[in-house]
């Protein structure tokens, strides 16, 4: 992979009000319990994805789901989709064990997300 180039959406969050309610549903749908559960996040592993569910959109305030793109730079992403017209919601930090993530919003307000895992 080259600096420029993503391996794809291997990430989706999903803002949930009930928790407990979203962890059935979700398990339902993929046939299998959650990976990570805490109060703060439940996740799921599923044909290579991580699913995440996020109580009240977490921190970052999500109030709809959001893809996000695997890249092996995370600045020099943010630094090409912003001199394309792209304006950065949420900068690059860390979110634990090395795992940088950021959210920047398209020409339409659309809000896209970036991971790199060190």
Known sequence: MTDSSTAGILTVLHPVSDLAAAKAVYSALLGMP???DSPY????E???QQIGLV???GPQ???SPVAYWHVPDIEAKLAEVT???GTVKEPAHDVGGGRLVATFTDPDGNVLGLLQDS
Do not use: H, L, N, R
Request: proline share 11%; aromatic share 10%; hydrophobic share 35%.
């Open 34 to 36: 959650p990976q990570t």
């Open 41 to 44: 996040y439940v996740g799921f």
């Open 46 to 48: 599923a044909a290579g």
């Open 55 to 57: 109580p009240g959109g």
């Open 61 to 63: 305030g999500m109030t």
């Open 83 to 85: 001199a394309a017209g």
